[in-house]
């Protein structure tokens, strides 16, 4: 409670909306579709604006969940059964129970007869090949088909719920590889579909492989695929199973196997969502792995792979900070930019944040990844040791140049604005500039209330753009005057020469 109540000051300095985790009033959050919402505020320059209310926890867009509820606010039971009603009818129409049962049919079938539905995005057995007849349909499903689900299923796109770039086959590798060389032997996959079935597959196609994962995703199309002890319906965002106690016992049980040892937690978030509910709910599932730890180990961490983009260091670093960033790109499939192969502005902004050693993470030398033997760690080719800071201080690949009015150093394409006292991007709009009046460059007001101005010069002022109106009005009158007159006369025009022509004839 206290991280996230501090983490919540931190996020009050600036403007915006704010999450407030941890500082709901006594009686637990109402429930969207999603599970149980947030609690929001409004801020201005850091300080809290108008009431709190109550908002979807994964979805950040009105359009895709329109939960909204003032903290205070009393709910009729008329509006609070009509919700209930909305959020029965926004549940899947298959339970993971029912979903296990049709797959195994399905497995029966031959492989002529198992067919998938793209539209629906649904196993179909041969009784319902009717329903879907004016569907698109991929036939001849085989095992290798079925073993790899996240190739059938269409990506969601939605960049602030549910985004899924999926890993790249040379980032999955790599992720599992290094997995098994620190020598883990569980893997809790939250949010990272294609690791999980990558497991899965070196386990069914190698009999002395022992690594074991389970999924956590909100995608709920994978209970098609993967039994209740291999997936649960999870939203990152607000730690809540969709299962209930039933699902969160079998996460309990996967941690706490061998006392919790051998375990590490993978996750690879959607890129728009906030960091505040996600830390909050990897927190949560730490504390859930100390259940095992003795008084003695109190101090040891649950091992994680943060994947996310490099410009939220900042603010992973907040709530962990034991938490190093690795050099290594992570590249998608699926994602225009964040491909392999590509260099300066264009490479994978997406890395790996952990609180393992960075000296123990071994990156692909084949790839341009070299040891630094100052700094202890793999490093980006192109990222060199920088002797004034004693790091090497590249985030994105390319080599950072050091400023020594800034005393670090920054991208390559910045130089020091001496407006601003930092550096910047060439062309920048100075924060003097853009922050304060035109008048007087103070603070805290404009130029129409700027105090130097006399208060016969705002009066003149006013009186202008009272009669700039007053013009502008009477032009809008005689613009449309002459509009009116022309069409009626075009239109006399017209008549008369259609007499003309009917005399004519």
């Excluded at 009686?27 to 209310?53: D, M, N, Y």
Aim: hydrophobic content about 30%.
């Amino acid at each position: 409670m206290e991280d996230a109540a501090a983490g919540t000051e931190r996020n009050l300095r600036g403007s915006g909306v704010a999450v407030l985790l941890g500082q709901e009033s006594g009686r637990p959050a109402p429930c969207c579709p999603h599970g149980p919402t947030l609690l929001f505020v409004k801020i201005s320059q850091g300080k809290e604006e108008g009431r709190r209310f109550y908002a979807c926890s994964a979805c950040r867009d009105r359009k895709d969940c329109n939960f909204f509820q003032w903290e205070n606010e009393k709910v009729s039971e008329a509006r609070l059964s009509a919700r209930e009603e909305v959020n029965r009818s926004c549940q899947p129409s298959l339970s993971h129970r029912q979903n296990m049962e049709r797959y195994k049919q399905f497995g029966l079938l031959p492989t002529s007869k198992r067919k998938f539905c793209q539209e629906c995005q649904q196993l179909l057995l041969p009784m319902e090949w009717g329903k879907h007849s004016g569907h698109q349909v991929l036939s001849d499903l085989s095992i290798a088909h079925l073993q790899r689900p996240s190739q059938l299923l269409c990506p969601l796109k939605n960049k602030k719920t549910n985004a899924q770039y999926l890993f790249a086959d040379r980032s999955c590798q790599f992720l599992l590889d290094l997995i098994i060389a620190l020598g883990f032997k569980r893997v809790l996959c939250v949010g990272t579909p294609r690791l999980h079935e990558l497991i899965r597959l070196k386990v069914s196609r190698e009999q002395e492989s022992s690594v074991k994962s389970l999924l956590l995703d909100i995608d709920f199309r994978y209970s098609q695929f993967y039994t209740e002890e291999d997936f649960c319906h999870y939203n990152m965002f607000n730690h809540y199973f969709f299962g209930g106690e039933a699902a969160h016992e079998i996460c309990r049980k996967f941690l706490h196997q061998e006392k919790g040892e051998g375990v590490i937690l993978v996750t690879d978030p959607p890129f728009g969502g906030l960091v505040e509910p996600l830390a909050f709910s990897f927190k949560k599932l730490i504390a859930t792995w100390r259940e095992t730890q003795e008084e003695d180990h109190s101090s040891k961490e649950l091992p994680i792979f943060w994947i996310f983009p490099y410009f939220f260091e900042s603010r992973i670093l907040e709530f962990f900070p034991s938490f190093s960033m690795m050099d290594y790109q992570v590249d998608y499939d699926n994602h225009a930019l964040y491909k392999h192969g590509k260099t300066g502005r264009k490479q994978s902004p997406v890395r790996i944040f952990t609180n393992i050693s960075p000296s123990m993470i071994v990156l692909p030398v084949e790839e341009g990844y070299r040891f630094c033997s100052v700094c202890q760690r793999y490093v980006s080719s192109g990222n060199q040791h920088c002797e004034i800071c004693n790091s090497c201080t590249s985030k994105d690949g390319r080599r950072w140049n050091h400023c020594f009015l800034c005393k670090k150093c920054v991208k390559p394409s910045w130089i020091h604005c001496n407006t601003c006292n930092r550096c910047a991007l060439r062309g920048h709009a100075c924060e003097s500039a853009k922050a304060g009046c035109f008048i007087c460059g103070g603070a805290g007001h404009k130029r129409s209330t700027c105090p130097t101005l006399s208060v016969t010069e705002r009066a003149g002022k006013a009186d202008r753009n009272q009669k700039l109106k007053k013009n502008k009005k009477i032009k809008m009158d005689t613009v449309k005057r002459p509009y009116v007159k022309h069409a009626t006369f075009s239109r006399k025009k017209i008549k008369s020469k259609k007499k003309k022509n009917a005399l004519a004839c």
